[in-house]
């Protein structure tokens, strides 16, 4: 009895361009995650099963991590199901992406953190995949490319992303902070505006 190895190299098996949409966390939530209530462990193990989900590659764009430019490794990134109106965001799932998504995503936090023209190249690079696949940026991420690809002031790219139907009913000026809730597993938990801790609201 014999077998053969197949020493090929796994194929992604997801493609989902759709990802490179994903709204930004709100302001209040910034930093209220699954993983700091569920803890490390939890988080491990449902990263771990994100990256074999697509044999190792990124979910948005299908690519391997070794040919990403900015950086070489698969990210985790928690999506939501964000309801702007009664400012609940719910854990829906984690994803793995590349550097470049996941940065697209985040272009908010990528626009202080990444040297410019690592910026321009993400920006680039996601509104790329977006326009083959016929979609549109969250409006908060379109008026950063306008703005760092195309130097239109903030104003001007925030009217055209209105006028394109970009912008979220409810988004734009948002709900206090005070009422931003994270949901997972049926649980709802908040930031405390006091002591900065992530807490369980009863």
């Not at 793995?96 to 690079?125: E, M, N, T, W």
């Not at 709900?175 to 801790?197: F, I, L, T």
Request: a positive charge; proline letters at 6%.
């Amino acid at each position: 009895m014999s077998f053969t190895l197949d020493l090929r190299p796994l194929e992604p098996i997801i493609k989902r361009v759709e990802l490179l949409q994903h709204p930004q966390i709100p302001g209040p939530l910034g930093g209220v995650n699954p993983r700091s209530v569920l803890g490390d462990t939890w988080w491990d193990s449902v990263r771990q099963r994100a990256y074999r989900l697509n044999n190792y590659h990124c979910h948005a764009c299908a690519g391997s991590p070794d040919d990403d430019p900015i950086y070489q490794t698969l990210d985790a990134h928690e999506c939501y199901d964000i309801n702007w109106i009664r400012a609940t965001a719910t854990y829906a799932e984690t994803v793995a992406l590349c550097r470049s998504c996941h940065s697209f995503i985040h272009a908010g936090r990528s626009a202080h953190v990444l040297p410019s023209d690592q910026l321009r190249y993400v920006l680039k690079r996601g509104m790329d995949l977006l326009d083959r696949a016929h979609l549109h940026p969250y409006w908060r991420t379109y008026v950063i490319v306008q703005e760092v690809l195309y130097g239109k002031m903030s104003s001007t790219a925030v009217r055209e992303a209105r006028r394109m139907g970009l912008v979220i009913s409810g988004d734009a000026l948002g709900p206090p902070s005070s009422w931003w809730v994270m949901r997972v597993n049926g649980q709802d938990y908040r930031r405390n505006a006091v002591n900065g801790k992530v807490e369980l609201v009863t």
